[in-house]
């Protein structure tokens, strides 16, 4: 089963910026990053095709977030700017099981394998 370790996180001022990153200890198809809200279900965040860099978001970090990867490190990062205390939660880097960027798309994918979570807070 492959290992996913995060890196990053902190707390951050609002309109502030944080880079996560997430190794991968074997080459993946696709990577994504999830977070979790005290008392909430774990949502989805972003996801990336490793082989070409097509990148996917939810509508809450559209346009604020990117996600990015160095493919040949098996390693994908969280770029979140101007970001809100909204964006307060644990954040989890992960990759699904099979190979459809459509099953990712419509969430429909099996994310299989997590990293550890890193807390990410913004707050004044």
């Known amino acids: 089963q492959v290992q996913l370790v995060q890196s990053g996180g902190g707390l951050v001022q609002p309109g502030g910026s944080l880079r996560l990153a997430c190794v991968a200890s074997v080459g993946q198809y696709t990577m994504g990053w999830f977070r979790q809200i005290e008392g909430k279900e774990r949502a989805f965040v972003a996801a990336?095709?490793?082989?070409?860099?097509?990148?996917y978001y939810d509508d809450s970090v559209r346009g604020r977030f990117t996600i990015s990867r160095e493919d040949v490190k098996n390693t994908v990062y969280l770029q979140m700017d101007r970001m809100k205390p909204e964006d307060t939660a644990v954040y989890y880097c992960?990759?699904?099981?099979?190979?459809?960027?459509?099953?990712?798309?419509?969430?429909?994918?099996?994310?299989?394998?997590w990293g550890q979570g890193t807390r990410v807070t913004v707050s004044s």
């Open positions: 990336i095709r490793m082989s070409d860099g097509t990148a």
């Open positions: 992960s990759s699904p099981r099979g190979r459809s960027w459509y099953d990712v798309i419509t969430g429909k994918a099996d994310w299989h394998s």
